[in-house]
């Protein structure tokens, strides 16, 4: 593969994204969200609300049946309130800012074949002298490297936020532990990786860019599933699972790219994006 070649089209698509509002706008204001205004929003209320009184004993057996499954050694949670925090922290919080590696995810490679089609340049590049493989690898990095940077970003800020928000209570800084280390550098990446293959692969089949964000956002499923198993206490997704998952992730994602890299040739992007 030729490198410079590769190196031109991420150049290409880092540009067109940049240029975009829309994408932009989405890009921004879902990772805040999900990293930062909800997460501050819990803390916030957990510490300056009577959240003991308000929720009842049911809350009380959930919270305890949840310090039950996993194993605290490094902080006091002598209290209801840091109970609370500290389970949002490690469990609630990282399966919502999974959302954030998805969509931002969905959003880049949705546009990667049918938004260059929208554009009136893909019959260009499929006319170019560069291999379908080039062309394919250029669209995933160009996909994986800003959707991995807003992650790490979206990462900091939360740490920032948490840190600032529950060091009155614990007298330490509680971010970031095992379960969000483990998340950022194994799970997220592979969640990128699952989320842009499918997209991809589905941009490259679909006519519309609305149509590709429609089938793709359907990856959101689980995740959201994994958030309502963890709030009505079916679950606890810790470290251990979440390096299986990534490694399950790992196998699907090495199967999807030799499945991809078999399925498409020049005549049959040709045929469904330009016909």
């Known amino acids: 593969m030729n490198r410079n070649?590769?190196?031109?089209?991420?150049?290409?698509?880092?540009?067109?994204?940049?240029?975009?509002?829309?994408?932009?706008?989405?890009?921004?204001?879902?990772?805040?969200?999900?990293?930062?205004?909800?997460?501050?929003?819990?803390?916030?209320?957990?510490?300056?609300?009577?959240?003991?009184?308000?929720?009842?004993?049911?809350?009380?057996?959930?919270?305890?049946?949840?310090?039950a499954e996993v194993t605290v050694s490094s902080v006091s949670l002598e209290t209801f309130k840091q109970q609370?925090?500290?389970?949002?922290?490690?469990y609630l919080f990282t399966s919502l800012f999974l959302l954030v590696p998805i969509v931002t995810a969905s959003v880049t490679a949705a546009n990667s074949f049918v938004g260059e089609k929208e554009r009136r340049t893909l019959e260009s590049l499929l006319f170019a002298p560069i291999s379908i493989k080039e062309l394919f690898v250029a669209k995933i990095l160009a996909s994986f490297l800003p959707s991995y940077f807003i992650s790490l970003a979206s990462f900091i800020l939360s740490g920032i936020s948490i840190n600032i928000l529950s060091y009155p209570l614990f007298d330490k800084l509680i971010f970031p532990t095992g379960n969000w280390l483990v998340l950022i550098a194994c799970l997220s990446p592979m969640i990128l990786l699952s989320t842009i293959l499918l997209n991809v692969f589905i941009s490259s089949r679909v006519k519309t860019y609305q149509e590709a964000q429609n089938i793709g956002g359907m990856i959101v499923l689980p995740v959201i599933a994994m958030v309502v198993g963890q709030v009505s206490g079916l679950f606890l997704i810790g470290m251990k699972i979440m390096l299986l998952l990534s490694l399950a992730l790992l196998i699907i994602n090495l199967f999807m790219l030799k499945k991809i890299a078999k399925s498409h040739d020049r005549h049959v992007l040709f045929e469904k994006q330009i016909h």
Do not use: C, Q
Request: proline fraction near 3%; charged fraction near 20%; charge should be positive.
């Open 5 to 67: 070649v590769i190196k031109a089209l991420i150049v290409k698509d880092l540009r067109t994204i940049r240029r975009s509002k829309s994408l932009l706008t989405v890009l921004i204001i879902i990772p805040i969200i999900f990293s930062f205004v909800i997460p501050t929003a819990a803390i916030a209320g957990i510490r300056f609300f009577d959240v003991e009184g308000s929720m009842g004993s049911d809350a009380e057996k959930l919270i305890a049946k949840f310090l």
């Open 84 to 90: 609370m925090i500290y389970i949002s922290i490690n």
